[in-house]
């Protein structure tokens, strides 16, 4: 998941960063409650990966979300931002769905409309479901397996609904046979062969080859059921069709929308959505200042992106309402990486050198220091994705004794990659996000030191499809470093990894992959871990890719993200979870009174 898709990061200039990084760094270091909260919230961090009060949510209320940025759509074929999955629970069912926990729980595959978490045969390509008994549309006709297949294969008409990830797709269906349902000749337009449907409560997928994490893709929100005649294709986005708690009662793109209870939904056939509000609303404000003081005045309970108060908000909050906060770390990695294709870059000593070079404290700094940054990062997975370590795997000691940059290993690893006086390269950064181009600044002063001579390119934020995911003009303007940031589609090592270190997704355009990684190790661990069914075993290849990847320097890491997330004196049930990616998990949050 790119950072694209979970919002814009708040635009911080390189001095303002080490002012805000140091203030912070003050206001965190006591712990406790700060300067308290006059309004008696749960205390700071008290969501943190734990829920905070949730003895004292009623029935009822409004719960009131605000966000610089609307959804991308709320079409749940085509929604890619992580906020647009966490929200769409309150009107969309899934098969599977994930636990209504906080942090590693949270992540885990419970079912939903499904009766259980499948029956699995075939060696783990054949998966049967049975759907529960009382679910319904908000017109009250029943969910049925046809609507399930029919929502389903909506991904596969991307020149129509395009947006959405395609796993889905890529599993069922690699050879890319089906042409979706609009262009589908059968009669009843549910010709996708890989998914049969032989009566309206049972759902059977056949795939090609076994994929451990396919429960996963069934979980994500482009496998909910859409009901064909209520599908308006391109315009499904305006106004979805609920099989959820809430219904769509209005919606203003790029201004709000409100969503009511379904009175057609069966708590009794839902066992994971409370449905404690009367009423959800949220207000798209595009200037942050003013969003961030409207959430601290109490207009708003909460940030919908989940991007974290800006700079002015984080100021005020730590020391007025520090009780209101918690500062989670985030399932994305803030990374430089480097293109084998640009010279030195294809030789592994050039790139160490680099690693060692970097002064990481520096670049903790331009990012907005330990609590509005986050963690010095020591490697490639999440520590929210199975088998991920945190900073306890620190192959190149970039968070001990190298973390503000180590200039002896530095000029030994050019001499060995035939620099020693060091050479020429150019750093790639969208010139969109601020704290992007203080990294590169940072990282441009941390090399000079051993003689790295790097120049910033800054390009147009909207383009990386054409610019950094296109291997060819990669080489062409020798963009030897190029900085990015990137968290789970789903919480696995496939879901986080698959699209930036396995050699079959090194795409012409659109590439993630953008260090060319072609190591018939990793793709051969990821082939393992597809067919993998025992979790256990996945997640030591998990680590053992990670470990992989770090071994071939392909990455300098940056930073274990966090923000400073605000939630109001007024809501309980609060939670963050690794399910996305550290935020909280909207679903369940309630009001301490119905007033």
């Not at 396919?214 to 496998?223: P, S, Y």
Request: charged fraction near 20%.
């Amino acid at each position: 998941m790119t950072t694209q898709r979970t919002s814009g990061r708040r635009k911080q200039a390189l001095a303002a960063a080490a002012v805000v990084a140091g203030l912070l760094t003050t206001a965190a270091c006591g712990g406790g409650n700060g300067s308290g909260s006059k309004n008696g919230a749960a205390g700071f961090d008290a969501a943190n990966n734990k829920v905070a009060q949730a003895d004292q949510v009623k029935k009822g209320g409004t719960l009131k979300f605000v966000s610089t940025q609307d959804a991308d759509s709320w079409d749940t074929t085509r929604g890619y931002y992580g906020f647009m999955w966490d929200f769409s629970r309150y009107y969309s069912r899934q098969l599977l769905t994930y636990k209504t926990a906080p942090g590693a729980t949270g992540a885990q595959l419970t079912p939903d409309l499904a009766t259980d978490t499948g029956k699995v045969t075939d060696g783990g390509k054949t998966y049967t479901f049975t759907l529960r008994p009382g679910i319904t549309w908000e017109d009250g006709k029943p969910i049925t397996s046809q609507d399930v297949k029919y929502g389903i294969e909506r991904s596969w008409a991307q020149d129509v609904l395009s947006g959405g990830p395609v796993y889905l797709q890529s599993m069922l269906d690699p050879n890319n046979t089906y042409k979706g349902p609009y262009k589908d000749t059968s009669q009843d337009h549910l010709g996708l062969k890989a998914v049969d449907t032989p009566d309206a409560k049972t759902i059977v997928f056949h795939l090609p080859k076994p994929n451990s994490d396919f429960l996963q893709v069934l979980a994500m929100v482009t496998a909910s059921p859409v009901r064909q005649d209520k599908d308006t294709k391109s315009k499904y986005g305006l106004h979805p069709f609920s099989s959820g708690p809430y219904k769509f009662q209005s919606y203003s793109p790029g201004k709000g929308l409100v969503l009511v209870r379904n009175d057609k939904w069966n708590a009794s056939s839902d066992p994971v959505r409370k449905a404690y509000p009367d009423e959800i609303t949220l207000d798209i404000s595009t200037n942050q200042t003013d969003s961030d003081q409207r959430l601290i005045n109490g207009d708003y309970d909460i940030d919908l992106s989940q991007t974290g108060l800006g700079p002015q908000g984080r100021q005020i909050a730590l020391k007025q309402n520090k009780d209101n906060l918690d500062n989670p770390v985030l399932g994305f990695i803030r990374y430089a990486t480097f293109p084998t294709s640009v010279k030195p870059f294809d030789n592994i000593h050039c790139r160490k050198a680099v690693i060692y070079a970097a002064d990481h404290v520096s670049i903790q700094t331009a990012r907005g220091g330990p609590v509005a940054g986050g963690d010095i990062g020591t490697n490639m997975l999440p520590p929210s994705v199975a088998g991920g370590e945190g900073q306890k795997y620190d192959p190149y000691n970039i968070a001990g004794s190298g973390k503000n940059g180590d200039i002896a290993k530095a000029k030994d690893e050019l001499k060995q990659c035939g620099q020693p006086n060091g050479f020429s390269t150019t750093i790639a950064v969208r010139n969109n996000k601020s704290q992007e181009v203080a990294t590169a600044e940072s990282m441009q002063a941390s090399l000079k030191k051993v003689g790295i001579n790097a120049d910033i390119y800054q390009y147009d934020g909207s383009q990386i499809a054409g610019i950094i995911g296109s291997p060819s003009n990669v080489a062409k303007k020798k963009l030897g470093i190029v900085i990015m940031g990137w968290g789970p589609d789903f919480p696995t090592v496939q879901g986080y990894g698959i699209p930036l270190w396995d050699s079959k997704y090194i795409l012409q355009s659109g590439n993630n992959n953008y260090a060319l990684i072609n190591d018939k190790t990793i793709d051969g661990l990821f082939d393992q871990y597809t067919t993998t069914l025992d979790e256990s075993q996945k997640t030591q290849i998990s680590t053992e890719i990670n470990h992989k990847v770090m071994e071939g320097a392909y990455y300098l890491p940056f930073t274990f993200e966090k923000v400073l997330n605000w939630r109001s004196s007024r809501i309980g049930n609060v939670y963050t979870t690794n399910a996305y990616s550290g935020y909280y998990d909207f679903v369940n949050i309630g009001l301490k009174s119905s007033k």
